[in-house]
């Protein structure tokens, strides 16, 4: 086995500025997944931990990165302004939802999907897309309400 070491940035406005939205969304479904089922966590413990995850990295950027004197103002970087958004999306999934609407069953098949999906797939997942019917041709929109 052979190993290379490569850098990747040099300072840490580097590092936010290439970071990769996709893999982080990843990376952190796939560590709530984990810290629900091998950790035994409650929901409400593992919802905690994503969002705290988030703030913490938004918070770092804003510490070491901003410039901004405005101290209430909300400062994201560029590559990672969906972050939240994603991050809202993975919490309200049937993996993380709260209550009794989400059977046993649709959150295990939730729990596989995050973790077996590829990482281009979890952005659908959390974020679905959304098209506007009335803007449609009529035979794509009989098609779509057909789905349903």
Avoid: W
């Amino acid at each position: 086995m052979h190993t290379l070491r490569l850098g990747t940035a040099t300072t840490i406005a580097e590092a936010f500025r290439y970071a990769d939205l996709d893999s982080l969304l990843s990376i952190q479904s796939r560590l709530a997944v984990n810290q629900g089922i091998k950790k035994r966590d409650t929901l409400h413990i593992v919802r905690k931990s994503v969002t705290n995850k988030i703030v913490d990295i938004l918070a770092t950027y804003r510490q070491n990165c901003s410039q901004s004197p405005n101290p209430g103002q909300l400062i994201l970087p560029e590559s990672l302004k969906l972050l939240p958004v994603y991050a809202l999306g993975l919490i309200k999934s049937p993996s993380f939802r709260q209550g009794t609407d989400v059977l046993l069953d649709e959150r295990i098949v939730s729990y596989n999907t995050l973790m077996r999906n590829p990482t281009r797939n979890l952005i659908h997942y959390c974020f679905p897309r959304l098209f506007a019917l009335h803007d449609m041709p009529e035979p794509l929109v009989l098609h779509y309400s057909l789905l349903f």
